[in-house]
Structure formats: C-alpha cells, structure tokens
T-cell receptor, first 111, second 113 residues
Framework: SQQGEEDPQALSIQEGENATMNCSYK?????LQWYRQNSGRGLVHLIL?????REKHSGRLRVTLDTSKKSSSLLITASRAADTASYFC???????????FGKGTKLTVNP | DGGITQSPKYLFRKEGQNVTLSCEQN?????MYWYRQDPGQGLRLIYY???????QKGDIAEGYSVSREKKESFPLTVTSAQKNPTAFYLC????????????FGNGTRLTVT
C-alpha cells in the first residue's frame, strides 16, 4: 500500500528554473517527509513537516502542506544540475509509526 | 562519523539459496527498517523493528526473515521462498520511528539467477 503519490512521475527543466513536485496521501498523518535519492544510492532526508505546520523552508527548498486536501508540494528554487535525482514523499499511515513511501518524481536538471 | 553501513554493495546468488544482507548503525537509533526498491515501484517496507528483540512485518514480508539481537544490527535474510528476490534493498534507522527522519544506508543490490 502507498500513502504518498507523487506527481509528476518525471520532470525535466533547465538550470536556474524552479521545480515543483506534488504529493497526495490518503489517510491522516503525523508528519510528511521528503527525501532525495541519487541513482543507485540510499535516500537522504530533506525536510519533515508536521501536520500542524503549513509551510517550511530549508535553503532553496520550500515545502507546503494542505491537510484539508491531503497534499504537499516540494519547490526547489534556482535549480542546479546537481539537483538531478529522484524525490520521494513519505508519510505515516493512520496511527502507525511506519513510514510509507510514494513512487517518486524523477527530476532532471539540464545544464 | 555516525551512519548506516550496508554490506555488500552487490550480491549474486543462485536460485534456491538463502542469503543474508547486513545492516549496521552507530547512530544509537532505536528503530530500524528494511525496504525493497524495484524500478518504478518506489520503496516497499519489508520489516521494521522499534526495539531490540522485537520486529514487525511490513507490507511485503513473505519470503524474508529478520532478527534484532543487538541495537546496532538488523540483518535481513532473503529465503528461497521469496519468488522474485532480485532487487535493491535499503536499510534505514530512526531515533523515534516514523515521527523522526530516516537515515538510509547506500543499499545492497541483490541479483538472483
């Protein structure tokens, strides 16, 4: 079962442009997390946003959370070629503490 | 440096053989997880453990087994009962389960022929 569903599945942009990825989930959450994965590597945690927060920033990253729509978005501003990776959202499922991941958005930033 | 170590990076086995994937962490985290990743499928949870000597099945536990005898270690055995074992396996840990960020190892790519 998947708690998060990312959209789009793939995104290709030019360096300097902004990239926006969306995540929708099904059940109530404690928090929602975003991760990044470079090809063939483990995932790296980017941001955690709690259910009572609406927006969070970290450097060039901005995450929003809309619990009424059960959705979150990740914005990467002024993208760089090094941002090329897959991005995953993950959320807890109901009252469980286990994180369930979506299928990810594959971002390609062209130099 | 604290982190999670998975070994080996690549593993090849013949069909019908059991194989054990290693995962060690020195982050002093209570919770540990095993995920499987297939192309286009995202991550699927195999097993997780929130405390030593205790673990729970995830969404795709059939054909896998784990142990948690030490806080630092959470080995995964892929048994011959697993119908399609070729995949990328990721181990992770966190301080307080799903309420805190997961730290991932760099994965083990298992190929069974």
């Amino acid at each position: 079962s998947q708690q998060g569903e990312e959209d789009p599945q793939a995104l290709s942009i030019q360096e300097g442009e902004n990239a926006t990825m969306n995540c929708s989930y099904k059940t109530s959450i404690n928090n929602l997390q975003w991760y990044r994965q470079n090809s063939g590597r483990g995932l790296v945690h980017l941001i955690l946003i709690r259910s009572n927060e609406r927006e969070k920033h970290s450097g060039r990253l901005r995450v929003t959370l809309d619990t009424s729509k059960k959705s979150s978005s990740l914005l990467i501003t002024a993208s760089r070629a090094a941002d090329t990776a897959s991005y995953f959202c993950a959320a807890t499922q109901g009252g469980s503490e286990k994180l369930v991941f979506g299928k990810g958005t594959k971002l390609t930033v062209n130099p | 440096d604290g982190g999670i170590t998975q070994s080996p990076k690549y593993l090849f086995r013949k069909e019908g053989q059991n194989v054990t994937l290693s995962c060690e962490q020195n982050l002093n985290h209570d919770a540990m997880y095993w995920y499987r990743q297939d192309p286009g499928q995202g991550l699927r949870l195999i097993y997780y453990s929130q405390i030593v000597n205790d673990f729970q099945k995830g969404d795709i536990a059939e054909g896998y087994s784990v142990s948690r005898e030490k806080k630092e270690s959470f080995p995964l055995t892929v048994t011959s009962a697993q119908k399609n074992p070729t995949a990328f396996y990721l181990c992770a840990s966190s301080a307080t389960g799903g309420l805190s960020p997961l730290h991932f190892g760099n994965g083990t790519r298992l190929t069974v022929t």
